[in-house]
């Protein structure tokens, strides 16, 4: 079974992209499926269906997606193996524009659209600079200049992934990616398989639950912003609180 | 080289090698700058000629950009949608050429257009093959942000950066990378207020431009500062802008032009007209004499057109036209 990790910021058209591809190699016979992580809601997995793609969700709740993401996928992948797919995509969407689900020997796309902005592409770090592919999308409603300055800030970002233009309301482009991903490996399991970019340490208290606001409710790992406060000034309300 | 070079104007000596500028300028010849309409061959001697040809060979070797620009594109037939071999076996568009698509909706033209930009192998569904220059094309056509064989014009592109038109310039020329951006952008914006007709400012907001200043904008910018070297224009609308000053200006920045256009004025502008059914090439054609007469005729019913459009926006009725 060949797996690709899809990711991008939310509305980068993932879902779209993703439909546009599969229904290539769904044309030649192939059977596909699809995971799809989010946090609190989708209703992707019904477009996927609608489509005639087998789908799972799994919703993160208070986890970051990509943690989750992590954690589950192993059994995915064993899900894809079971149902005898060809092709098995995990859609996630980088919310917090520091984690990314990319693994190493396993293709990893990440979909970015040219209405997000030029400063779009430093701005989401790893799921960018982690892929192996990038697809630009919404091509079809910015001038040329945009285009092309979109894709140089991505290329900066990120200059040894292959970069494919993708409309995913046409599937202009779409025919091109498929081929992508026949190319890709060969994956039978991802037990033992390593992250790209390690996962960022969310060990303080909220992570953990807490929600009141102050230094005396805040614990393990905290940094703080330097604001030239004067020396003694209490960065909130909290007794006691400066150091 | 020099056998080449001898033909060109300064103008597009300079614009394609900007660092023949300088080279000249230290062999004592900066005057030629002044006359950029002139020909090589009516200023320098042969052996000067060759001399900046050797130059220019060593300058592309060392910056990696010899051989690339793009004089043609040869599209090899594949086959139809039935099965069957796709009609026309070759068709070679050249720099300067204006080449129109037609055929009715579902009929391929966009996987034609896509087998160009993907530079086909015979490894798309129409088993096309495309070739750049004569050759079989590399990988880079496919996959790196510099080398995007077609660029697109169509109706529904808009500009959404928050910039005024020089920022803007500015900013796709710096992207890239190319010499003399100022006489650059300066080139654009008066390609542009040309085209539109109602002049803008080089500080307007791009996103406040008119439509037919945003269009004549894309149009002058894609000619001028676009990697690529094909552009693909889906119909240009008629309201403000001088379409046939458009095709020549992409046609004097050496682009190849491609439009799916079933507008009768464009077509017959194009110097070949492709025609596409069940998924193939069937025929390619070139305006009849008959045709390019009907032009003239064509040209005054659109101005009508636009006299009435003109009349109802002002208000009036249209009892007489
Ligand atoms: N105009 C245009 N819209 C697109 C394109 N790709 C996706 N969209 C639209 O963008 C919206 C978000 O797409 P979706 O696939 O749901 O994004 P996701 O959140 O990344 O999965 C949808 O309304 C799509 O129809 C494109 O290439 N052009
Ligand atoms: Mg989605
Ligand atoms: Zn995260
Ligand atoms: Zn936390």
Redo the contacts between chains.
């Keep these: 079974m060949r797996f690709v990790t899809v990711s991008g910021p939310p509305s980068s058209g993932k879902t779209a992209v993703i439909i546009k591809t599969l229904e290539h190699l769904q044309k030649a016979g192939q059977k596909v499926g699809v995971v799809k992580f989010d946090c609190l809601f989708t209703d992707d997995d019904e477009l996927f269906r609608k489509n005639g793609i087998i789908v799972r969700k799994g919703l993160a709740g208070a986890l970051c997606p990509d943690h989750y993401f992590v954690s589950n996928v192993e059994e995915c992948v064993q899900w894809g193996l079971q149902e005898g797919l060809d092709v098995l995509v995990s859609e996630s969407a980088g919310l917090c524009n520091r984690c990314s689900p990319h693994i190493r020997e396993v293709l990893a796309l990440c979909v970015i659209d ?2 997000s902005g ?1 400063g779009t592409p430093k701005k989401i770090g790893p799921m960018l600079k982690a892929a192996d592919v990038v697809v630009i999308t919404k ?8 285009r ?2 979109f ?5 900066m970002v990120n200059t040894k992934a ?4 993708v409309n995913g309301i ?1 599937g ?2 779409s ?2 990616l498929s ?1 992508l991903w026949t190319e890709a490996e060969d994956t039978a399991t991802v037990e033992g398989k390593k992250l790209r970019f390690s996962m960022p340490a969310a060990l303080c208290s909220y992570c953990l639950g807490e929600t009141r606001i102050g230094s005396d409710y805040q614990m393990g790992n905290v940094r703080k912003i330097d604001l030239d406060l004067p020396t003694g000034f209490k960065t909130d309300g909290a007794p006691g609180a400066s150091e | 080289m020099s056998q080449n070079l001898e033909s060109l104007t300064v103008e597009t000596v300079f614009s394609r090698w900007p660092f023949a500028q300088q080279h000249l300028a230290e062999a004592g010849l900066a005057d030629i700058a002044d006359k950029p309409e002139a020909t090589l061959s009516e200023l320098l001697d042969a052996g000067q000629l060759e001399i900046l040809g050797n130059f220019i060979s060593v300058m592309e070797d060392f910056l990696g950009t010899k051989d690339e620009k793009v004089h043609e594109v040869t599209i090899l037939g594949g086959r139809a949608k039935d099965g069957s071999d796709e009609p026309v076996r070759e068709l070679t568009v050249s720099v300067g050429d204006v080449v129109c698509i037609v055929g009715p909706t579902g009929s391929g033209k ?1 996987r034609l257009l ?1 087998d160009i930009e ?1 530079v086909a192998r015979g ?3 129409t088993g096309r093959h495309v070739r750049v220059n004569g050759e079989v094309p590399g990988d880079k056509w ?5 080398h ?1 064989l077609v ?4 109706q ?6 928050d910039l005024s038109v020089e920022e ?2 500015n ?2 020329a710096e ?2 990378q190319v010499g003399d951006p100022e006489e650059k952008i300066k080139r654009i914006w008066n390609w542009a207020n040309e085209l539109a007709g109602e002049p803008f400012a080089l500080d307007t907001p791009v996103t406040s431009l008119s439509g037919g200043q ?1 269009r004549a904008l ?1 149009i002058a ?2 000619a001028v ?4 070297p094909v552009v693909l224009i889906d119909e240009i609308e008629n309201a403000g802008i001088d379409r046939q000053q458009a095709l020549d200006i992409l046609i004097r920045e050496e682009k190849i032009v491609l439009m799916a256009t079933h507008d009768p004025i464009l077509a017959l502008m194009g110097d070949k007209r492709v025609i596409i059914k069940s998924g193939a090439m069937q025929k390619v054609i070139e305006p009849s004499e008959k045709e390019k007469a009907n032009l003239t005729e064509l040209r005054a019913m659109d101005e009508k057109l636009m006299g009435l459009r003109h009349r109802l926006r002002m208000g009036e009725r249209l009892d007489e036209i």
């Design positions: 040219n209405l030029i091509g079809d409603i910015v001038s040329q200049a945009e092309e300055v894709a140089a800030r991505v290329h292959r970069l494919l233009h046409t202009q482009g025919f091109e081929t | 966009s896509a993907w490894d798309t569904p496919r996959f790196s942000s510099e995007k660029a697109q014009l169509s529904n592109m808009n500009f959404v950066m803007f310039l900013l796709h992207s890239r945003s894309m910018d894609t500062l676009s990697a690529s």
